[in-house]
């Protein structure tokens, strides 16, 4: 018995390790962890047990306390920039947290998309994947119709615009912080995630890019296709951690914009646009957070 145990584990070692890229015998071979397999096992073609852990269930009479916190993530902070990273490599490819939501929606996996941060509104995704690009017609393609009334105008004389990753650097995210009085434990559960980027239409009129909440998700629906998809190690990239890992891990710089309130105000809303008195109420919550904890352990 011992034996086979043994067999059985140097077997899964071997099967491992012949995963590696020095290992492999062909860039096919190799591929197998690469996005287009990633997009296989999304779409069903592929079989995969990496799933995510799942939420374990809380009952409403084990929550003491909770608050739910609204927070935008800056893309474009030293710590929140492995979001952004979107590379073709064949070896070191990886998908932005936008594309890999995007890749979500066009496969189907991530279905639950709303309007805004209510979850009243549900969108149609496929339909959501093609506002995100618009077309209209150039300066020159109008004197062209001008001088052609009723002809057919070239392909030529319009101007495409599409919402890329670049032009998407940040993130709003919704979650809530709640004391689990049966584990005696300060938990945090993430519910949305929001890409913000410039309006479409506004972008193709006049240039402007003003930020927009350009969809919601409803995060649990989203988490198997985002803990498929790996983020970027500069350090390291036998380490992989998936931007599910990363989100729930709160890996990230986040500025608080918004607390549960009666009102539901947001900070700013609260504090008349002074900027400083609303990161002084943020600090102010996290400090609170630190409190609860520590009261937490005391008792």
């Known amino acids: 018995m011992k034996y086979y145990i043994l067999s059985i584990f140097f077997t899964f070692f071997i099967f ?18 690469d996005s287009i397999n990633i997009v296989k096992t999304l779409d069903g073609t592929n079989q995969s047990g990496d799933k995510p852990i799942n939420y374990i269930d809380v009952s409403e009479k084990d929550i003491a306390w909770s608050k739910l ?20 490599f064949s070896f070191t490819g990886r998908k932005s947290l936008y594309k890999s939501l995007l890749r979500g929606m066009e496969l189907s996996k991530i279905n639950e998309v709303y309007e805004d941060d209510q979850f009243r509104v549900k969108l149609d995704h496929n339909k959501l994947l093609q506002k995100n690009k618009v077309r209209v017609l150039s300066e020159d393609g109008k004197k062209w119709q001008n001088a052609n009334p ?4 070239p392909d030529s004389y319009y101007d495409e615009y599409e919402i890329d990753n670049e032009q998407v650097s940040r993130f709003k995210i919704l979650g809530m912080w709640y ?14 995630i929001c890409p913000m980027g410039p309006d479409i ?17 409803w995060y649990a629906n989203a988490r198997e296709t985002l803990h ?6 500069d350090d390291n990239s036998s380490s992989k951690v998936s931007y599910d890992d990363m989100l729930l891990g709160r890996k990230f710089s986040s500025l608080i914009y918004k607390i549960e309130n009666k009102e539901d105000n947001t900070l700013s809303r609260i504090y008349k646009e002074d900027k400083d008195s609303q990161i002084e ?13 520590g009261r937490l352990w005391v008792n």
């Open 150 to 153: 009723g002809g057919l105008i």
């Open 201 to 217: 239409n506004v972008l193709a009129e006049t240039g402007e890019k003003d930020y927009v909440d350009l969809f919601w998700v």
């Open 16 to 33: 491992s390790n012949a995963q590696s890229i020095l290992n492999s015998r062909s860039p096919e071979t190799f591929r197998i962890n």
């Open 228 to 233: 498929l998809f790996k983020a970027f190690n």
């Open 281 to 293: 109420a943020a600090l102010r919550f996290k400090e609170e957070l630190i409190k609860i904890e």
């Open 69 to 88: 916190v609204w927070e935008i993530i800056d893309l474009n902070e030293e710590a929140n920039k492995v979001f952004k990273v979107d590379t073709n």
């Open 179 to 192: 004391i689990d009085k049966r584990i005696g434990q300060l938990k945090y559960r993430l519910l949305g």
